[in-house]
DNA sequence: ATAGGCGCCTGCTGGC
DNA sequence: TGCCAGCAGGCGCCTA
């Protein structure tokens, strides 16, 4: 579910509420998430303060007083909000973080559990997972030369490239998609077959796309809240994702919908033509 | 190197 | 009404 725009409301909504607080208490579920418990861990957080809530691809990463780094991914369905301690305890809650004596609470809900927390002991080791994964640069610091040889060296689709956490971190299937129509480019089309402009276009587009969803505190369709408990409010400006049949708000052509990378991918068949429009003769 | 399929989970929707 | 298939903001593993 929550893609980069979601993953930095939630951590502009956490931060004022965990920086400088001290973690009184650990409980869990007892139900993993999607990587088991490592034994222990839980207990070492006690009485840790949180000095940072920062943001990485769609990582959350909260340093610890002690050089710790606690690491928190939302998978399709998390949620990660602070609230008073006398909240009624929803189901699939897996984590409860006792902030400041107990009054408050750090509470991860996960219903599907594809979401991770791990404890890392400290910033190198933190590094050394990022770069094992390989993860990408923000899409707001993407180098035009870097990215215009990571499309032209891919023979795959567009649309997979977006989704390759290695090549760019943080965007996921609504903004691969809405970023492809922006740049009028056809998800299908393959990255070593754009040229310098569509790449640059595409660039562009991922960073408009994803400023404007941070603007609208992300996109709620089912599960998705920020560290406040309210919705998003960019899924009313989807402009082809989840919008198969209703017309293009460029062209009015109905969005078509296909599989593509695995997943459900949507866009205009007028306005992201699967070749190149040749302009004026030749 | 890439695509495709599956698995990990729960919940919702639409068709019969 | 109930049942069942298919779908969902992610990702890692396997195979061809």
Known sequence: MPELPEVETVVRDLRPQLK?????????????LRKPWSPG??????????????????????RLDTGQHFVLHLGMSGQLTVVNAGEPLQNHVH??????????????RDIRRFGTATLFTDADELECFFTSSKLGPEPFELD????????????????????????????????????????RLQPARLGRDVDDTEANSLRRAVVTVLHRAIERRGSSIRNYIGGRGQ??????????????GEPCPRCRAPIER??????????????????????RGS
């Open 144 to 183: 035009a030369d870097y990215w215009k040889q990571r499309l032209h060296q891919a023979d795959r689709s567009l649309k997979a490239i977006l989704l390759d956490q290695r090549v760019v971190a943080g965007v996921g299937n609504i903004y691969a998609d809405e970023s492809l129509f922006q740049a």
């Open 95 to 108: 984590l409860i973080l006792g902030l400041n004596g107990g009054k408050r609470q750090l509470r991860f």
């Open 231 to 244: 919705r998003g409010d960019y899924q009313h400006e989807f402009r082809v994702y989840g919008r198969t």
């Open 41 to 62: 861990w839980q207990d070492e957080l006690v009485g840790k303060k949180m000095l940072t809530v920062e943001r990485r691809g769609k990582w959350i990463i909260v």
């Open 258 to 279: 296909i599989r593509l990378a695995g997943r459900s991918t949507h866009s205009c068949p007028d306005c992201q033509p699967p070749l190149r429009i040749r302009r």
């Open 20 to 32: 400088g607080r001290r973690i009184t208490s650990v409980q869990v579920s007892g139900l993993s």
